[in-house]
């Protein structure tokens, strides 16, 4: 039997290298990213982490010499979830369907909030 060590949740690398762009006072390179975090991680690693997470438009990222800077594009984790949800909305063929399953969804108190969000009265 091998001691194989247990692969990470999905998202946590991500969550991690986001939080230390979130906590600098500016965009950091990957190096510095490393530096940052506490998750044993090569350079190479955390410059893929970046790569993908600026695919996905979570992060900027602007030359520096012969590495990229990066600065997150969202401010926090409740902006990333605000992305998050409105990507999975972007991607339904049917907006109207897919928002009114997702309100449909919601909890009594949820739905108070979107109202109230919204400006409306029950």
Not at 62 to 82: C, E, H, I, N, S
Not at 97 to 106: E, I, P, Y
């Amino acid at each position: 039997m091998t001691d194989t060590p247990a692969r990470r949740p999905a998202g946590e690398l991500e969550a991690q290298v986001l939080a230390a762009l979130w906590a600098a006072a500016g965009p950091l390179t990957p190096q510095q990213v490393q530096q940052a975090i506490t998750a044993d991680l090569a350079r190479t690693t955390v410059a893929t982490i970046l790569a993908r997470l600026h695919e996905k438009g979570t992060v900027a990222r602007t030359k520096t010499g012969r590495a990229f800077a990066y600065t997150p594009t969202v401010q926090d984790a409740d902006g990333l979830a605000a992305r998050r949800m409105r990507t999975e909305l972007e991607r339904g063929r049917d907006r109207s369907t897919v928002l009114a399953r997702f309100v449909s969804d919601l909890s009594d108190e949820d739905e108070r909030l979107l109202r109230d969000l919204l400006g409306e009265q029950p």
